[in-house]
């Protein structure tokens, strides 16, 4: 069977003892290589062997031979398998005596384009393993291997350090993106209240739904982190609930930023519109004040092209500069009225 499956390595005492792919692909795919659904299971068997030593599997889109490989290999439960390969499944955390499931979004700020690309991981982990699936993310999971260098402490605790290590990087990223989308909603700020007429509705209206799909990533995390650090979960050693708390608060500031963010999106999408209606309103009344001055001059040719004989002025040289005059008066006497009022 050829598989595709990124093998990060094997915990042993606290430590990376080995990779489970060779040099010249360190922390990779492994494409089109035959050999390493053997490598994996012997790798598995190996770590069964040792006390709190783990090998850690990472999937990207997995194929169902691949997901099923994985899941026969370490007897994940059908139904968690199938939410692991569902990319829109909700964000969830189930426990029993000896593994856990987590889901969870993923959230990266395409800076090309300013949108809000939303991927999936989910975390399975047991005694001895610990396997991560994402969907709709972009780069590799090398960096978790970094963050672990800075918390390799944890690793006494087994393959709930990965949960950590990816959870607490998925949130850090949350914040970087709310961060992202407060910078633009400055950007439209500042545009909102120029004195340069413009219309920002649409770019409002598109900020809200990229906060929204922020609100949705971020809102069931909340109750995720507390019941991974609240002390009610017996399964969560005591020494690690203080790192999952640092999780929780820091998904509570990402709360925060992201309800400060709808409010203000609301107010500004307020304040565009009403600004809008006062320009079609200028508009209306500049428009309104031309017509009715060029309806002085227009009434007055329409009377005199009647071809009445009677009237006296037709027979005087005065006639055609006096009628002229009238008209420019009174379009002048009105125009300095329009201005001085505002209308023009």
Wanted: net charge negative; hydrophobic share 45%; proline share 5%.
């Amino acid at each position: 069977m050829r598989i595709m499956i990124q093998v990060m390595g094997v915990f042993t005492d606290g430590q990376l003892a080995q990779t489970g792919s060779d040099e010249s692909h360190p922390f990779g795919h492994i494409p089109g290589d035959p050999d390493l659904a053997d490598r994996i299971q012997l790798l598995a068997k190996e770590v069964s062997a040792v006390d709190k030593a783990f090998i850690w599997i990472a999937l990207f889109e997995p194929t169902k031979p691949e997901m099923s490989f994985v899941a026969d290999l370490f007897e994940l439960p059908r139904l968690q398998v199938d939410d692991a390969m569902n990319h829109r499944q909700r964000a969830k955390v189930e426990f029993d005596s000896t593994k856990a499931f987590v889901v969870f979004k993923l959230l990266e700020y395409v800076e090309s384009t300013s949108d809000i690309e939303t991927g999936q991981m989910s975390v399975f982990i047991g005694p001895g393993y610990a396997v991560t699936v994402r969907h709709r993310s972009s780069g590799n999971m090398g960096w978790v291997l970094d963050r672990i260098d800075h918390t390799h402490d944890l690793l006494e605790f087994g393959p709930v350090t990965i949960l950590h290590s990816v959870l607490d990087n998925a949130v850090d990223e949350y914040l970087g993106v709310i961060d992202e989308v407060t910078a633009d909603i400055a950007g439209i700020e500042e545009s909102v209240f120029s004195p340069i007429r413009t219309d920002n509705t649409e770019k409002i209206y598109e900020l809200k739904r990229e906060n929204l799909e922020i609100r949705r990533a971020i809102s069931p995390m909340v109750q995720i982190a507390g019941n991974l650090a609240g002390s009610q979960n017996p399964r969560m050693p005591a020494e690690l609930r203080p790192y999952f708390s640092d999780i929780s608060d820091h998904l509570l500031r990402a709360g925060d930023g992201v309800e400060n963010n709808d409010s203000l999106l609301l107010t500004m999408l307020m304040a565009s519109t009403a600004r809008t209606d006062l320009q079609q309103n200028e508009d209306m009344r500049r428009i309104s004040a031309w017509v009715a001055i060029a309806a002085v001059p227009t009434m007055i040719a329409g009377i005199y092209g009647m071809n009445f004989d009677t009237m006296p002025e037709l027979h005087e040289a005065w006639g055609y500069p006096a009628i002229l005059l009238v008209m420019l008066g009174v379009c002048s006497f009105m125009y300095s009225k329009f201005k001085k009022s505002g209308w023009l």
